[in-house]
């Protein structure tokens, strides 16, 4: 099983940014799908996840910003992010959560300057 996220880069404050995530291989019994991020210097934190079939729980801090979705036919997980803040920067991470094992991407880096 491999995650590859994708589409990070320097994006001015108020930009945005659409991550990729494609799934390789087979994952059964998934309990999440999910965007963390961990910024320079800090933990690595919760940004969105989809948690069963169609329940979303976002962090406070991206709220009406952000939106995450996933299209199984295409086995892609996608964080829309609009109005970027430079509190935003940080390495975000793809995961998935499963009866079988957690999973993570490579991380890509997101940098939003002020």
């Known amino acids: 099983v491999q995650l590859q996220a994708s589409g990070g880069g320097l994006v001015q404050t108020g930009g945005s940014l659409r991550l990729s995530c494609k799934v390789s291989?087979?994952?059964?019994?998934?309990?999440?799908v999910a965007w963390y991020r961990q910024p320079p210097g800090k933990q690595r934190e919760l940004v969105a996840k989809?948690?069963?079939?169609?329940?979303?729980t976002y962090a406070d801090s991206v709220k009406g910003r952000f939106t995450i979705s996933r299209d199984i036919a295409k086995r892609m997980v996608y964080l829309q992010m609009d109005d970027l803040k430079p509190e935003d920067t940080a390495v975000y991470y793809c995961n998935i959560f499963s009866a079988g094992g957690n999973y993570w991407g490579q991380g890509t880096q997101v940098t939003v300057s002020s």
């Open positions: 291989g087979t994952i059964n019994d998934i309990t999440t």
């Open positions: 989809i948690t069963g079939p169609a329940t979303i």
